[in-house]
């Protein structure tokens, strides 16, 4: 027969052997668990949609780029006439001699040279197969919300108060816009929402609408020019 101390020995042995089993069973369901407060599916951006962000992004820094460059140029030579001044409509000169022109007190092409840099940013990581996190594409969402709201500024502005359009700005609304849609349906389809992406699906109907109005805008608000040339 054992002896007592025998008996308390495996008794120890075996307190000792379930407790570490436990730790390592604790610490392997910790690892394997998702945190709480991830709500990502880990959904990716397929090929399409990541080439899409990038274009978007290097055709809006090239016109913010060019107008910088211009807007650069007109301050060195004040009878300077940007190559895109081509009538009393079109006519970037106007808009860059605007107040709107420098809202924060600095050329507005600026802001466009820093947000379509992440952008592009984005679209390489995206291509590159990147899991970027779901707090990523949010910042940007938001990001480009601001740039929408600024862009309708513009729009305003450059309709009722400064009466003359430049065409490269154009460009920059219609991407800002084009990507404010895409990045949203990213999201829905991160968080995998049903309501979030039927609402996400409906808003490419909104933007073709949106395109479809400003371009109305345009053609009411200066008829009176374009009808000279019919």
């Known amino acids: 027969m054992k002896s007592h101390e ?16 436990d730790a390592v069973a604790s610490a392997r369901g910790d690892q ?22 990038l274009v978007m992004g290097v055709i809006g820094l090239a016109c913010a780029w060019i107008i910088t460059v211009e807007k650069i140029d007109l ?10 001044s081509i009538n009393p409509i079109i006519s970037c000169g106007s808009v860059m001699q605007s107040w709107q022109a420098e809202v924060f007190g600095f050329p507005n092409p600026l802001l466009g ?12 990581l995206a291509l590159s197969r990147v899991d970027l996190p779901l707090w990523y594409w949010i910042g940007l969402f938001v990001g480009l919300l601001a740039g929408m709201a600024f862009v309708f500024f513009l729009i305003y502005s450059a309709l009722y108060r400064i009466n003359a359009l430049c065409p490269y700005c154009i460009v920059v609304w ?7 849609v895409t990045v ?4 829905a389809k991160k ?6 992406r039927t609402f996400a699906s409906w808003m490419w109907t909104v933007l073709a ?3 479809v109005a400003v371009f109305l805008m345009i053609m009411e608000h200066f008829w009176y020019y374009w009808k000279t040339l019919i």
């Open 32 to 53: 394997g668990a998702p945190p709480a407060d991830d709500r990502s599916t880990g959904y990716r951006p397929g090929i399409v949609t990541s080439a899409f962000i």
């Open 184 to 187: 949203l349906n990213v999201i």
């Open 174 to 180: 219609i991407m800002t816009a084009a990507l404010l």
């Open 191 to 196: 968080v995998d929402s049903p309501r979030l």
């Open 6 to 21: 025998a008996v308390e020995a495996e008794s120890t042995v075996g307190a000792d052997t379930a407790t570490t089993s």
């Open 209 to 211: 609408l949106f395109y």
């Open 113 to 124: 040279l820093i947000g379509f840099t992440v952008v592009i940013v984005t679209g390489v």
């Open 75 to 84: 301050l060195e030579d004040p009878s300077y006439k940007p190559s895109c």
